[in-house]
Nanobody, 120 residues
Framework: QVQLVESGGGLVQPGGSLSLSCAASGSIFSINAMGWYRQAPGKQRELVATITRGYTTNYADSVKGRFTISRDNAKNTVYLQMISLDPEDTAVYYC??????????????WGQGTQVTVSK
């Protein structure tokens, strides 16, 4: 079994900062790409940022220059640092990881989601 557990969401004022983390645990052999997605009320889930095992990153245009994704391969953890937050960033943020298990099963795994609310 593999689990992704997110933490760090919450309420922040416009212009503020917030950091998210997501730790993968369980029967893990290797983790390839990891990423963050978000889903606002009434909208489809969208990509926020991804990072490969070799630390190549990719960002949605809407967050470039404001969000930074990073990972610690030794801890099987991915992070998302968010600055200059805007009410449009309000959403449930989901962690994603492409994992090879010790049983050599390859699959996408998702966290349970963490709420980020940007409001006065």
């Amino acid at each position: 079994q593999v689990q992704l557990v997110e933490s760090g969401g919450g309420l922040v004022q416009p212009g503020g900062s917030l950091s998210l983390s997501c730790a993968a645990s369980g029967s893990i052999f290797s983790i390839n790409a990891m990423g963050w997605y978000r889903q606002a009320p009434g909208k489809q889930r969208e990509l926020v940022a991804t990072i490969t095992r070799g630390y190549t990153t990719n960002y949605a245009d809407s967050v470039k220059g404001r969000f930074t994704i990073s990972r610690d391969n030794a801890k099987n953890t991915v992070y998302l640092q968010m600055i200059s937050l805007d009410p449009e960033d309000t959403a449930v943020y989901y962690c994603n990881a492409y994992i090879i298990t010790k049983q050599f099963r390859v699959d996408d795994y998702w966290g349970q989601g963490t709420q980020v609310t940007v409001s006065k």
